[in-house]
């Protein structure tokens, strides 16, 4: 049978709702402790039932039935959890909030929950594996570039990737490569002057039901990052436009200042037992202020716990005299130095989920090396971002052009799909290096 993505995606969705079923059913086994009868399964499986097509809806939209499982499955447990955090909070509204179905399953609710993630998660991981196997998509990928032996060493040293891919020049005839090798998907930049010579034979192909993909999609659907040799003035234009997300904005700042001041407010006892620790060390000062970029490039002072025998304020030369004290090693690695910078938050210089803000002699340096950097700016930093969480080489306080370069192209990526399921990751990855008590 010939595959492609559209029935994919139909395997995917059927299999989602049919471990849902089964999630309901173990949740009424283990609820009762006994097999769940016809009345009770028929009672919970009608309101449950419309709860898995919103379900299935917020799956879509979270990109889970899309060519990104195809290409790159690497994310798919943290993109699943973050996910079933929004359908969590979907089930508690809908079975709360419509009271029409004569149950209101809080308990029953908390293990399906449970139930239905790990489920989900082996059907997407496993078992999906077993009965596409064989089904190996043939892709075609047009250009050169770092980007795109970026792509095609990920694809070919990925045990996980469905994904037979043959790479062409752009120089060459694609059409002719294309009806050549016959291939499911073509992977090519729709912006390459190259192929606009192609464009009529290309545009002829879409009727053999060939898929073609932006490579700019699959770069960061596999990296995470957007690629900044594919930036332009058009790009930016297309994709950095606020006003589509109002609602998202004015939600993320209710949160911001909720949380916030929660935390604040808790955190304040902490601030005895640090005062404490930081006098006996050395007797210095509790805080410091440090000069950073906030949103559209206006500077703001940001409040931390001092980690360092002097004032950091991000100067190269003068760190380079000051040394991590003790006390101050043990606040980076928990983070509870920037404890005091949940005030900035509930002031509005920094948000919970955001690019970290810059220092401005290292900006303006960058914002001559690096095309685009001060465009990092249109959003209001946070406490912790994207490429915090998911880029290995930061660039800390010295001036590093390649390292930030790298740093801002998850900066990009995450002003350009900024929301609630981007913020949901960001912050249980910040949950989980909290805990784990390793900085980054």
Do not use: C
């Not at 390459?192 to 960061?220: A, C, G």
């Not at 210095?284 to 970029?293: T, V």
């Not at 740093?407 to 929301?419: A, E, H, P, Q, V």
């Amino acid at each position: 049978m010939k595959f492609n993505g559209n029935k994919e995606a139909g395997i995917l969705f059927v299999g989602d709702i049919l471990f849902w079923a089964a999630a309901l059913w173990l949740t009424l086994l283990v609820r009762y402790q006994e097999f769940p009868g016809e009345d009770v399964f028929v009672s919970h499986i009608q309101p449950f039932g419309i709860i898995f097509i919103v379900w299935a809806l917020i799956f879509f939209i979270a990109s889970l039935y899309n060519r990104q499982t195809i290409l790159s499955r690497s994310q798919l447990p943290t993109t699943l959890l973050n996910t079933q955090v929004v359908n969590s909070v979907v089930a508690v509204l809908f079975f709360y909030f419509i009271p029409y179905f004569g149950i209101t399953p809080k308990i029953n609710l908390f293990i399906d929950l449970a139930f239905s993630f790990a489920l989900v998660l082996i059907w997407r991981l496993y078992i999906s594996d077993i009965l596409l196997r064989g089904r190996k998509i043939k892709a075609l990928i047009v250009g050169e570039g770092k980007e795109v032996d970026e792509i095609v060493e990920n694809v070919h040293n990925s045990t996980q990737a469905r994904m037979g891919l043959v790479r062409v020049s752009s120089e060459t005839d694609v059409a002719d490569k294309v009806k050549e090798h016959v291939p499911q998907i073509v992977i090519l930049d729709l912006h390459n002057e190259n192929l606009k010579r192609f464009s009529s034979d290309l545009y002829s192909l879409l009727f053999s039901r060939i898929v073609f993909v932006d490579i700019h999609d699959v770069y960061e659907g596999l990296f995470g990052r957007v690629a900044l040799s594919y930036l332009d003035e058009n790009w930016f234009l297309e994709h950095m436009q606020e006003p589509y997300r109002i609602a998202y904005s004015w939600a993320k700042r209710g949160m911001d200042v909720v949380i916030a001041l929660v935390l604040g407010l808790v955190s304040l006892l902490l601030y005895p037992i640090v005062y404490v620790a930081i006098k006996l060390e050395d007797g210095g000062a509790l805080f410091i202020k440090q000069e950073r970029l906030g949103e559209g490039g206006r500077p703001i002072s940001i409040t931390k716990f001092r980690s360092m025998t002097g004032i950091d304020v991000g100067d190269e030369a003068l760190q380079s005299k000051q040394k991590v004290t003790k006390v101050g090693a043990f606040l980076r690695v928990t983070r509870l130095d920037e404890l005091p910078q949940l005030w900035n938050v509930l002031k509005g210089d920094l948000s919970l989920i955001g690019p970290r803000p810059e220092i401005p002699a290292l900006a303006r340096h960058y914002k001559e090396e690096i095309p685009y950097y001060d465009l990092r700016h249109l959003i209001r930093p946070g406490l912790s971002g994207w490429a915090q969480i998911y880029h290995d080489n930061h660039p800390h306080h010295g001036s590093d052009v390649e390292a930030t370069k790298e740093k801002l192209s998850y900066d990009f990526y995450y002003i350009k799909n900024r929301g609630i399921i981007a913020d949901l990751k960001i912050a249980l990855k910040t949950l989980k290096t909290l805990f784990s008590r390793s900085g980054v």
